[in-house]
């Protein structure tokens, strides 16, 4: 999805809270505190925003009310969604790893506040990364890291160079995704 795309799909708080939702929920609420499923939407009219926000969901069973956001990076944040996402879609796609002064300038946030999202976002992509595992077709080889060997001076298995174990999924051989 090119940068239009993905600003024209998430230009509004309640498409980025839709998506959230499916994400969070993909077979349906389930209540945070009892597991229940059934619950009822609730409009909190005090909320500042809450015509562009989508309603809270309360359970059926112990009342508690849950907003999608609650237990995301996002939760209680002043920043709007549409923001976050974007933030997420930049850091996503530059490769050498945007800055949080280039941030604040797209996103017309403060420099502190361009910082805190960038660094809450990177910890959610590498606990994300840490979860996931290689499937379909994976192929692993390992190399050896560092400079001249001193001590044996042995080479392959039995080298005092650093082993890199470096697994890459397959599909259709192509490269889906890269440990190592
Ligand atoms: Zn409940």
Sequence with gaps: MNLVEFSTRFS???????????????????CPKCDNTEFMSV???RRRDAKERLPLFEC????RQTSVTSGTIF?????PLT?????????????RGIAATTLSQHLGVSYPTAW???NK???AMSERNSRYSLDEKVQVDEFYLGGISHGTGKQGRGTDQATVLIGVSLRSDAPQHCFM
């Design 60 to 63: 059926k069973s112990c009342h």
């Design 43 to 45: 409009r909190v009219a």
């Design 12 to 30: 509004t708080e309640s498409a980025c809270e839709e998506y959230l939702c499916q994400l969070r929920w993909k077979e349906g609420f389930r």
């Design 121 to 123: 976002l990177r910890k």
């Design 83 to 95: 923001k976050w996402f974007l933030a997420a879609y930049l850091i996503a796609n530059d490769k």
């Design 75 to 79: 939760h209680r944040s002043h920043v």
């Design 116 to 118: 805190l999202m960038l």
